[in-house]
């Protein structure tokens, strides 16, 4: 038995494309269009033992596992918006039992979703990922330097006790350039996009992060884009922050959102 794996939804009109381009997915599973309702969904036919409820849930916790076939959904999204122009690409591990209810989920909300498709066409997403070192502190802080110096002028005991209060100062110091770098970040790369959302962080691990972007822009317009990455970049560098970029990709975010 089968089951329908959904990457992503396209025009109808792209749905031959999608047929002559021997797309392969899942699995190294063929990749085929199911349309209905104006809209062609991308499909591939994986095993239902290996996908269908607990045993996929189970899977997902295998990193390995899970890497390659992440990997595989991203490649035929980024593969349909080239064919199409737009895409509205589906979560990993959109399963449906067979073609029939791939068409009805085309046909739920197939106004909203033409509409979406339209407002996407021939755009992509860059996503802006700002980070610093956990150690690291601003050397620039005047909380820092004064709390320095007093520490420099004080006896031994007294030092060790402004030490142990250094690491708070330290701590409120980096927060406040964590801030300030962030804001910098936000006034420069969002005049280069259409549209922009600020991601939620982890704050754990090796690097602090300060700012996750998403970026909405046209993909002819991917110059703008690299020139305010480079010069946010120029900007934060010197001050201990490094800049990680991608894109463009399929709108992920930007499909999702209202």
């Known amino acids: 038995m089968t089951l329908r794996y959904v990457y992503g939804v396209v025009p109808a009109a792209a749905a031959g494309a999608i047929d002559r381009a021997a797309l392969r997915g899942i699995d190294g599973t063929a990749v085929r269009a199911v349309a209905d309702a104006g809209l062609a969904a991308a499909v591939s036919d994986v095993d239902a033992e290996d996908y269908a409820g607990e045993v996929l849930n189970q899977r997902i916790g295998d990193?390995?596992?899970?890497?390659?076939?992440?990997?595989?959904?991203?490649?035929?999204?980024?593969?349909?918006?080239e064919l199409a122009g737009t895409v509205l690409p589906l979560a990993f591990g959109a399963l449906y039992r067979d073609d029939e209810r791939v068409?009805?989920?085309?046909?739920?909300?197939?106004?909203?979703?033409?509409?979406?498709?339209?407002?996407?066409?021939?755009?992509?997403?860059?996503l802006v990922t700002i980070v610093r070192d956990a150690g690291s502190a601003p050397s620039?802080?005047?909380?820092?330097?004064?709390?320095?110096?007093?520490?420099?002028?004080?006896?031994?005991?007294?030092?060790?006790?402004?030490?142990?209060?250094?690491?708070?100062?330290?701590?409120?110091?980096?927060e406040r350039a964590d801030a300030d770098a962030a804001r910098a970040a936000l006034a420069r790369l969002e005049t280069a996009a259409e549209r922009s959302y600020e991601e939620p962080v982890a704050h754990d691990g090796p690097d602090v992060v300060v700012l996750r972007l998403s970026l909405l822009a046209p993909r002819d317009r991917g110059g703008a884009i690299d020139d305010a990455v480079r010069a946010t970049e120029g900007e934060l560098s010197p001050r201990g922050y490094r800049l990680r970029v991608t894109g463009p990709w399929p709108a992920y975010r930007f499909g999702s959102l209202p």
């Open 103 to 126: 068409r009805e989920m085309l046909r739920e909300d197939a106004p909203g979703r033409a509409a979406r498709l339209e407002r996407l066409a021939g755009r992509g997403e860059w």
């Open 63 to 81: 990193l390995d596992w899970l890497a390659e076939r992440a990997t595989a959904h991203q490649g035929v999204n980024g593969r349909l918006l």
């Open 140 to 174: 620039d802080d005047d909380a820092l330097r004064r709390i320095d110096h007093e520490i420099a002028a004080s006896a031994p005991g007294r030092a060790f006790l402004l030490e142990k209060r250094r690491a708070e100062v330290a701590t409120r110091a980096a």
